[in-house]
């Protein structure tokens, strides 16, 4: 794999640091470290260029709340002036090297990609009945959390040979235990910790039907056997390979008994249906007559599935 380089000078560059500022601020013109930035945003964008330049950026203190919907984790937050407009510097370099890394079965933090398009591709494949009559699903257990500091790192001295760009990279990843959820790059990071094992599932293991969403995996076949080899073989690449584990909850069934929940849908071969806990919580939400913007949220996600008759029940009540 080629491995690229002299790519620290274009990241802290004036012109791209005024271009992660803006990218940054979309949406969140009124959050109080934004204001703040933009009281004084030429002089900041040019101490950021200096410190970067003279390597004295160091991340600054976490944020650390708790979140509690879909469910309870610790979500880090950095300030918005150094750190963010950081970040989106990086990644206005470095994305479209990670996207020619990422294979075409990984949908999450990916322009063009995401949940409904994971969703679609599962429902391709289903058409397959033959072909997919057993579904293996498993998905990591704390994944962001359990990541491995100096495997990432690895990883990316496997792509990246600039000195200086690795050097801002290990102080990131360095400034909290795991990867912090919530920090801007760690769902790069995560995706690109795992994009090896993605092209061994595909390349060595010759997986035809593969999905995956952050640590959500989905694996389809006509074998149930096949299938208790590879989740074999999965646990032993983690082990060894990446220091992480298969949450005990993992899963071998036949599609037909019960469906492939993923990504907020329920998919069976003939139709696809809203995951029950979504359901619930759109019904909660309607009963507290919301503003239209919540109704639109949740409409967005029943529309790409069978769910006439839910939307009916729910939005004549």
Same mark, same amino acid.
């Given at each position: 794999?080629? !491995?690229?380089? $002299?790519?620290?000078?274009?990241?802290?560059?004036?012109?791209?640091?005024?271009?992660a500022?803006?990218?940054?601020?979309?949406?969140?013109?009124?959050?109080y470290?934004?204001?703040?930035?933009?009281?004084?945003?030429?002089?900041?964008?040019?101490?950021?260029?200096?410190? #970067?330049? +003279?390597?004295?950026?160091?991340?600054?203190?976490?944020? /650390?709340?708790k979140?509690? *919907?879909?469910? *309870?984790?610790? /979500?880090?937050?950095?300030?918005?002036?150094?750190d963010?407009?950081?970040?989106?510097?990086?990644?206005? /370099? #470095?994305?479209?090297?990670?996207l020619?890394?990422?294979?075409?079965?990984?949908?999450s933090?990916?322009?063009g990609?995401?949940?409904?398009?994971a969703?679609?591709?599962?429902?391709?494949?289903?058409?397959? /009945?033959?072909?997919?009559?057993? &579904?293996?699903?498993?998905?990591?257990?704390?994944?962001?959390p359990?990541?491995?500091h +100096?495997?990432?790192?690895?990883?990316?001295? !496997?792509?990246?040979? +600039?000195?200086?760009?690795?050097?801002?990279?290990?102080?990131?990843?360095d400034?909290?235990?795991g990867?912090?959820i919530?920090?801007?790059?760690?769902?790069?990071?995560?995706?690109?910790?795992?994009?090896?094992?993605d092209?061994?599932?595909?390349?060595?293991?010759?997986?035809k039907?593969?999905?995956?969403?952050?640590?959500?995996?989905?694996?389809?076949? $006509?074998?149930?056997?096949?299938?208790?080899?590879?989740?074999?073989?999965?646990?032993?690449?983690?082990?060894?390979?990446?220091?992480?584990?298969?949450?005990?909850?993992?899963?071998?069934?036949?599609?037909? %008994?019960?469906?492939?929940?993923?990504?907020?849908?329920?998919?069976?071969h003939?139709?696809?249906?809203?995951?029950?806990?979504?359901?619930? !919580?759109?019904?909660?939400?309607?009963?507290?007559?919301?503003?239209?913007?919540?109704?639109?949220?949740?409409?967005?996600?029943?529309?790409? &599935?069978? %769910?006439?008759?839910?939307?009916?029940?729910l939005?004549?009540?």
């Open positions: 794999m080629k !491995r690229v380089g $002299n790519m620290y000078q274009q990241i802290i560059s004036v012109e791209n640091l005024i271009e500022d803006g990218k940054a601020q979309k949406g969140k013109s009124n959050q470290g934004v204001v703040r930035h933009n009281r004084n945003p030429d002089q900041n964008i040019w101490d950021l260029h200096k410190m #970067l330049r +003279d390597k004295n950026y160091k991340t600054s203190n976490y944020d /650390v709340f979140v509690y *919907e879909p469910k *309870e984790r610790e /979500v880090f937050r950095l300030p918005y002036f150094p963010r407009i950081t970040h989106h510097a990086i990644m206005n /370099v #470095l994305e479209p090297i990670f020619k890394v990422f294979t075409s079965d990984s949908y933090c990916i322009k990609k995401g949940i409904h398009a969703s679609f591709a599962v429902r391709k494949a289903l058409k397959n /009945v033959e072909g997919t009559k057993y &579904c293996l699903k498993l998905d990591i257990r704390k994944f962001y359990n990541i491995d +100096d495997i990432l790192k690895s990883h990316l001295r !496997r792509k990246f040979k +600039d000195k200086d760009l690795l050097w801002l990279l290990d102080e990131i990843i400034s909290a235990p990867l912090p919530g920090n801007y790059l760690s769902q790069y990071f995560a995706n690109f910790y795992l994009t090896y094992f092209h061994w599932i595909k390349e060595y293991l010759k997986v039907y593969y999905f995956r969403y952050a640590d959500d995996i989905v694996i389809l076949s $006509n074998d149930k056997g096949n299938l208790q080899q590879i989740l074999k073989a999965i646990k032993e690449y983690f082990e060894l390979q990446l220091k992480l584990e298969v949450k005990d909850n993992w899963q071998i069934f036949p599609v037909e %008994s019960r469906g492939i929940d993923f990504v907020g849908y329920v998919h069976f003939t139709h696809t249906l809203l995951r029950k806990s979504i359901k619930k !919580r759109f019904a909660r939400m309607l009963k507290r007559k919301p503003k239209r913007e919540s109704i639109a949220s949740y409409y967005g996600w029943a529309k790409h &599935c069978n %769910s006439k008759h839910l939307l009916k029940k939005l004549l009540k």
